[in-house]
Structures are given as C-alpha cells and as structure tokens.
C-alpha cells in the first residue's frame, strides 16, 4: 500500500530540470552488419507494400480532406495552459504536466472536482485537445501530463517502464497539481492501465478523492491474446513477434526514418488502420501520426512486452462506490470491446457507451460524444450522494443492475463535419 508524498514541482522551462529529461536525444553509433541487412529488408518491404496501402489511402484521404474543410484557420491542436511544470515521480524522472482553468464565465470551479486526463501508450498529453477544451469551458479545472517517455516527459530506467511504475507517477502528478479536493480519473489504454495500478498502490486516495472514474477503450488484463483484428494465427505471429522487431527497430533509427520516407503511404495506412475505425480530418490522422512516431523507439519496445503480465482487475474493486464511465469502440483492435465488457463485468453500476465502428483512438475520432459522457460522469460525481453508485434508482442500485447504453456513431460526412465544427468554437 503506497503513501502519497507531497508534491514536488519544477519549472518545464529554464533552470536545472529533473533527471530524465532530454535534451536532445543522440544516435546509436553504426548498427550491426546483420541487423544493418535485416533493416534494409525492412525498407525494401516498407515500399513493396506502399503500393497496396496507397490505393487503400486514396478514398480515405479524399474523405478526410473533406473532413477537413471546415476547420481553416481553426485548425491546430496546441492550446496554452494557465500552469505548466515539471511533476517529480519517486525515481527523479520528470513528469511534464499542465494544467487549465476553468473558464470565466463558467464559474470558479471550487465546488466541482477536478479532472486529471492520463493518456495512452505512444500518445502524449495533446489527444485530449476536445476533452480539455469542453472540460474548462464547463467549468472543470482540468490536469493534463505525459506519461515517462512520452511526449515533453523524462526519460527513466529501461526496467521503469511497466504499468506499476506509471501508477506511483500519476500518484506524483497528483500530488503536485492537485493535493486536495475531490477528483475525477480518465484515462485512455495505456492510462486506464495507470489508473488501475495507482488505484492498487493507493486505494486510500481512491476512497477518500475519487468522485468518479472514466475508463476509455482500455483493459484491465489478457492482452496477450489481443489478435489486433488480423484473426487469431496472423494476430499471433503479430504479436510474438512485436516485442522482437520493436527493440530491432530502436537500434537503427536512421533506418526507421528512411523506411518512414519511402514507405509513408504505408505509414498513413498503418496509423489510420489502428487508430480509427471511421473516417477523420486529416489534421486529425497527422496529429496521431506525429504522436506515435514522436514516441521514442527504445521507449515503446520496452513497454510492449509487459503489457502481456498486465492484470489489474484487482484494482477496479477500488471504484466500487464511485460513479464510472466505461467508454469504447466496435472497431477498436488494440483494446477489443471484450475488454471494456470485462471492465464492466467487474463494475457492474459502470455506464457503459459503446460507440458503433469507432476505433481504438476514440478521443480524436468522436471528441462530441465522449465529452458529452464525460460532462455527464462529472455531473453525477459532482452530485455526490445524491445519484451515487448503489443508491436506488442509481447505476447498480437496488432494481437497476447497471444502465450499459450503446453510443451513436457518426454515420455520414455531413454528420462528422457539423460535429468537428462544435469542437473548434
């Protein structure tokens, strides 16, 4: 059982800077004759099947630039928070967090909690760019961060980067951008995981902070048999062979860039296959691709391996009592909707919105919905008592088992395009 330290801040910018965080990343010296003939078969490969993903490409991108139409000048994802710091985690490794407040007309946001948005595996703290905006506009004080190794975070030791040790973190952000008052937790994949292990490492924080929890297309264990939608022998090898090729990859960067440059059509269609199930902006799609491979490579091929020992269905126990948001998509092949239903089978109260042919990244995919869920978790969490888990008439309460209701997906371009229009007001 963990105890929660005070919180420790140090300036994102100027001055001394915590352990971990780069300042520019060098490259390897020159890789290995075998592996420099290994990555060379790799680009040959790359821009072979750069032909079959172009065609592939080619209705899509049509419609994502339609998609795209709307937004002009509107059209960026960089927003500037009221606080930016550096988070201390208990290794020194700094934590990049910011933080926004609530908007003025919207109120103070004293008698509301406060909502800390932990992102996912090779993302960064800018998938949230639809969530921050409506969560301050309402009036929410909203914490943001980048998750060790990712975005403008600190690097830590190889055997740092486990779900275990992303629990203690978001612990520390915790700590130093929100020492007190009630809280809301949503997180996405990589984050629910964290959310999890912090819950497991600091159930007396959950019990005494946590208003309510949003676990949003996620798992809480058994993704060693994840088949990311290719059926199970094809997504067998797939997966044996990740962890491999990952840490193959990290040793030649040079190489990697130059198959990304031949191989871009290739690229796009592998980003936009596991990212989305449905159309996007283009903007949109370029804003995921940045953050994947803006991810160090070492980085992600020493997480990939222990996402197969994740089991953190201990931990939801924790969130028993706490109003919960279970939020996922049909197309979603990284975290499949098997894993949101195991979430919900152990939080039986959970509202659960299952958004039809959405995709794994569904922050970005359909912003409108999800923050319409999470401004009504906040409601409810806000309420306290009053429409709490168990209580009658509640989620779980006596005569109603749990109010699982499936989400509408956006069906046609007019549709999406209306929709993003809302986002960017």
């Known amino acids: 059982m963990g105890n929660v330290v005070e919180g420790k801040r140090t300036q994102a910018s100027g001055g001394r800077v ?19 003939l290994g990555l060379g078969l790799l680009a040959a490969g790359v821009t072979g099947a750069a032909s079959f993903a172009a065609d592939r490409l080619s209705r899509q991108r049509r419609i994502a630039a339609k998609l795209d139409d709307d937004l002009g000048e509107r059209r960026y994802f960089s927003d500037d928070p009221d606080e930016q710091f550096m988070a201390t985690a208990p290794d020194g490794v700094g934590l990049f967090t910011e933080i926004d407040y609530p908007r003025p007309q919207s109120g103070s946001g ?22 921050r ?47 007190s008052g009630p809280l809301v937790l949503a997180g996405h994949s990589m984050g629910g995981m964290t959310m999890m292990s912090y819950a497991l490492a600091f159930p007396q924080e959950v019990s005494a902070r946590v208003a309510g929890a949003a676990f949003i297309a996620t798992s809480a264990g058994d993704l060693g048999g994840v088949e990311y939608g290719l059926g199970r022998v094809a997504g067998g090898i797939v997966h044996k062979a990740a962890p491999g090729i990952a840490r193959l990859l990290a040793g030649a960067p040079q190489v990697v860039d130059q198959a990304v440059r031949a191989g871009r059509d290739l690229v796009d269609f592998a980003v936009d296959w596991g990212s989305f199930g449905s ?22 091929a020493e997480f990939l391996p222990r996402f197969d020992a994740h089991d953190k269905r201990a931990a939801l126990g924790a969130f028993n009592g706490r109003e919960v948001l279970v939020f996922n998509g049909t197309r979603d092949r990284l975290t499949p909707a098997a ?3 195991e979430i919900v089978r152990h939080l039986p109260g959970a509202e659960h919105v299952v958004v039809e042919g959405a995709g794994h990244v569904i922050m970005l995919e359909v912003p409108d919905l999800l923050n319409a869920a999470l401004l009504e978790l906040l409601d409810r969490a806000g309420r306290g008592g009053t429409d709490s888990p168990g209580s009658p008439g509640s989620p779980g309460g006596p005569g109603n088992p749990g109010r699982p209701r499936p989400g509408a997906a956006w069906q046609d371009i007019d549709h999406v395009r209306e929709a993003f229009k809302n986002q960017w007001r």
């Open 110 to 131: 004293e008698d509301k909690p406060t909502v800390v948005l932990s992102h996912g595996y090779c993302l960064s703290s800018q998938c949230w760019v639809f969530q």
């Open 18 to 36: 915590p352990r971990g965080v780069p300042a520019v990343r060098s490259w390897p010296g020159p890789a290995k004759p075998g592996l420099a």
């Open 339 to 341: 894993h949101s239903d």
């Open 279 to 300: 159309p996007v902006p283009m903007s949109v799609a370029r804003l995921t691709t940045d953050m994947i491979f803006g991810t160090d490579l070492e980085v992600a």
């Open 133 to 179: 905006r409506a969560l301050r506009r309402a009036g929410y004080r909203v914490v943001l961060w980048d998750q060790r190794g990712h975005g403008r975070s600190g690097s830590g030791d190889p055997e740092s980067y486990c779900v275990d040790t992303l629990g203690a973190d978001l612990a520390a952000v915790i700590a130093a951008a929100a020492p």
